[in-house]
């Protein structure tokens, strides 16, 4: 499996973007996916998580901000970030899991910053 993410970087506090992450390879129907960040210094850490039937869960900080969403028939999850704050610069790695595999993307960059 193959995790390529984009739409990363720099926005102001208040602000917002909108990550999307695309798998190929060898997808089951049934699998969770999701997405961390890393912010420098830190463990990598949960932001949101979504199933394939679209049972979600979020980070308590970023729970109201952001909404994760997926098209199964692209195999893609997008996280729509809102009233960004500087707590929320990062690397943010998709991820998908599924019976037998556990794959991680890249990474994209997220800098919020005046």
């Known amino acids: 499996v193959q995790l390529q993410a984009s739409g990363g970087g720099l926005v102001q506090p208040g602000g917002y973007l909108r990550l999307s992450c695309a798998a190929s390879?060898?997808?089951?129907?049934?699998?969770?996916m999701g997405w961390y960040r890393q912010a420098p210094g830190n463990q990598r850490e949960l932001v949101a998580t979504?199933?394939?039937?679209?049972?979600?869960n979020y980070e308590a900080s970023v729970r109201g901000r952001f909404t994760i969403s997926r098209d199964n028939t692209k195999n893609t999850v997008h996280l729509q970030m809102s009233s960004l704050r500087p707590e929320d610069t990062g690397v943010y790695y998709c991820r998908l899991q599924q019976s037998r595999t556990d794959s991680w993307g890249q990474g994209t960059q997220v800098t919020v910053s005046s």
């Open positions: 390879g060898s997808i089951f129907r049934f699998n969770v």
């Open positions: 979504i199933t394939n039937g679209g049972g979600t």
